[in-house]
């Protein structure tokens, strides 16, 4: 009997790892409606894989990055220079927007590239590169929402750029939940469980 008992918990808490991912919004995102309205779309599979749920994920979050920073330049092309501050302000939440769509392209592309990695040192190595873009890509994007908050455009355009933006930032936010769940997942078929 006891020769059955890890093989049997391994297989039990392979199918909870499994199953778990078809409900990866709800537990593992911080904006679990978000989440699941923007994956519910490009997901086919009932039971999306770890890998699955982290890459649509991110292609959301990049989509969203791309969009929020089209609408930023064509409003920042609407402006002047003259016009001090809100110039200024929107300026700098471009750039952070800017930024935030290159790492979250270099993010995508290492998890895309490396994610069948079969040497765990490597693969986690790679892994902790996606992690860090994400990371750094929602830091930015909160930097935006800080810089147009504090800026002294008027109530509607600050919030149109505002609720643009923290749209972008609850997609980015869901996109490291999920690249971090599937890191967690791929340390466990590994058989390495430390953090």
Known sequence: MARYTIPLLLLSLSILL???SANG??????????????LSMYLNSTYPSHQQLAQVALR????????????LTKLASNYEEGHGLEFQALGECLDQIKDSVAQLRQS?????????????DNFMWHMSNAETWTSTALTDQMGCVEAISTSL????????????????????????????????AQRFVHGNHRP
């Open 18 to 20: 499994l199953a778990g």
């Open 25 to 38: 919004c709800r537990r593992t995102t911080r904006y679990p409606k978000a989440c699941e309205r923007a």
């Open 60 to 71: 959301v979050s990049l989509a969203r990055a791309k969009f929020a920073q089209a609408y």
């Open 108 to 120: 995508l592309v290492e998890l895309q590239k490396y994610s069948q990695e079969r040497v765990l």
């Open 153 to 184: 455009y008027g109530k509607q355009v600050k919030a149109v750029i505002e609720g643009r933006v923290t749209e972008v930032a609850q997609a980015t936010s869901n996109a490291l939940a999920l690249l971090n769940q599937f890191i967690m």
